[in-house]
């Protein structure tokens, strides 16, 4: 168990429809970061928070936004979804974002599914 | 050309073999090495970390880096069914905790 919550496990939705991804870090963990996994694509890093700040942005599309609340759980918005948008996303987290290098404990992940 | 290259697989093996796993980069200013692995609907599990070039041993797992050949390995002795999963390298440079991935091996070891 790497300490990271994410929920749910499974979101299963439409095309044009928004959702909701959420994470919980590791305790004492302020940098929280956001990945797509798709089959063809592999892991794709998105965004990163660290203590409630955007620290770095990846390839995240327009449609997608991510926030970091004061008790450093996250959400990943996901908005006007396309088909192409069905992946695993995963929430990672590190202990702070100024020690580079710093290992990233991943959760399960949800798994979107757009129908 | 990607950043991080890694064959994809899958790569099939009996009990008990050594397993080689590696990747390939084009970034001199990676500095940090990783190896995770995941299994089926599960998030990747951190395995291995390393800084700069060398060896680390930890258990059955050897990682080595060779930053002059720009290539990275993960060596599995005494392979065990269990071990069946697909191993992703990753790496970040020291200016930015961005962790950069390769797309994954997947490893079958058969009894």
């Known amino acids: 168990d790497s300490g990271v919550t994410q929920t749910p496990k499974h979101l299963i939705t439409a095309t044009g429809q928004r959702v909701t991804l959420r994470c919980s870090p590791r305790?004492?963990?302020?940098?929280v970061y956001w990945y797509q996994q798709s089959l063809d694509q592999g892991l794709q890093f998105l965004i990163q928070?660290?203590?409630?700040?955007?620290?770095a942005k990846g390839n995240i599309l327009e449609r997608f936004s991510a926030q970091q609340f004061p008790d450093l759980h996250s959400e990943l918005n996901l908005s006007s979804l396309e088909l192409g948008d069905s992946a695993l996303y995963f929430c990672a987290s590190s202990p702070t974002g100024d020690l580079r290098g710093q290992p990233q404990h991943f959760g399960d992940g949800t798994r979107l599914s757009i129908l | 050309q990607k950043e991080v290259e890694q064959d994809p697989g899958p790569l099939s093996v009996p009990e008990g073999a050594i397993v080689s796993l590696n990747c390939t980069y084009s970034n001199s200013a990676f500095q940090y090495f990783m190896w995770y692995r995941q299994y089926s609907r599960k998030g990747p599990e951190l395995l291995m970390y390393?800084?700069?070039?060398g060896n680390k041993e930890d258990g059955r797992f050897t990682a080595q880096v060779d930053k002059s050949s720009k290539y990275i390995s993960l060596f599995i002795r005494d392979s065990q069914p269990s071990d069946s999963a697909t191993y992703l390298c990753?790496?970040?440079?020291?200016?930015?905790?961005?962790?950069?991935f390769g797309t994954g091996t997947r490893l079958q070891v058969f009894p």
């Open positions: 390393t800084y700069s070039s």
């Open positions: 305790s004492g963990d302020l940098s």
């Open positions: 990753a790496m970040s440079a020291v200016d930015t905790d961005k962790l950069i």
């Open positions: 928070y660290y203590n409630g700040e955007e620290r």
